[in-house]
């Protein structure tokens, strides 16, 4: 079940026919979206916004719209709003997981002191969501599992004594058990399988 895709879409759905689309610009963002045209539905979304700050539904389009664009921070201080309003959704946390995780991965922010805190964040995240989810989505497990193994890797530069090497295992192991439970649910993954051997090769080099 790809979970995001059909919020996503469903949100689209039922904001085309509730009375969020009752005029021609909320159109134009049904329209934008639909075509894949995200900066102006964010051109729209922002007038939006600035009316009603606190419409979850704007701000789930809008946080979208940001990360469809590449504005990833915006996307999370958009999202990070959105959970406050609604800690239970979903996609917010999902959402901004990805986000945190380009930022984190973003070769300008190589020398950033901020950058083990993105992938933490991501990896908290991409948790939450699958909780909230009550169900073991392949989409989250990836992302998980890629977030510990980013983070891993970036933990293994810096990593000379044993103490630090060993919380580096632990991080490609924790990658390792996520990419084997997409593996449970799809079976032919093979850029999983070669996750999972990638994440081992550098278990064996930390040895």
Do not use: H
Not at 64 to 70: A, D, L, M, V
Not at 77 to 91: A, D, G, I, M
Not at 139 to 167: C, H, P, W
């Amino acid at each position: 079940m790809n979970y995001i895709k059909q919020t996503i879409l469903g949100l689209i759905i039922f904001s085309s026919t509730s009375s969020f689309a009752q005029n021609g610009s909320d159109k134009k963002v049904m329209d934008a979206m639909l075509k894949g045209d995200y900066k102006t539905a964010v051109t729209q979304l922002e007038k939006a916004d600035a009316k009603d700050p606190n419409n979850v539904n704007t701000l789930k389009m809008l946080g979208y719209s940001y990360f469809q664009n590449g504005d990833y921070d915006n996307s999370i201080n958009t999202y990070s709003r959105l959970v406050l309003l609604k800690p239970t959704e979903v996609s917010a946390y999902y959402y901004r997981g990805k986000a945190r995780l380009n930022i984190a991965n973003d070769p300008k922010e190589s020398l950033n002191t901020m950058r083990e805190s993105f992938y933490l964040a991501a990896i908290k995240d991409f948790t939450k969501a699958s909780e909230l989810s009550g169900e073991e989505d392949t989409q989250m497990l990836q992302n998980r599992g890629l977030a510990y193994k980013d983070y891993a890797i970036f933990k293994s530069y810096k990593a000379k004594k044993a103490a630090e090497k060993t919380v580096c295992v632990a991080l490609f192991n924790n990658s390792i058990a996520d990419f084997q439970k997409v593996l449970t649910l799809q079976p032919s993954r093979k850029d999983i399988l070669d996750w999972i051997t990638y994440d081992k090769a550098q278990i064996t080099s930390l040895k």
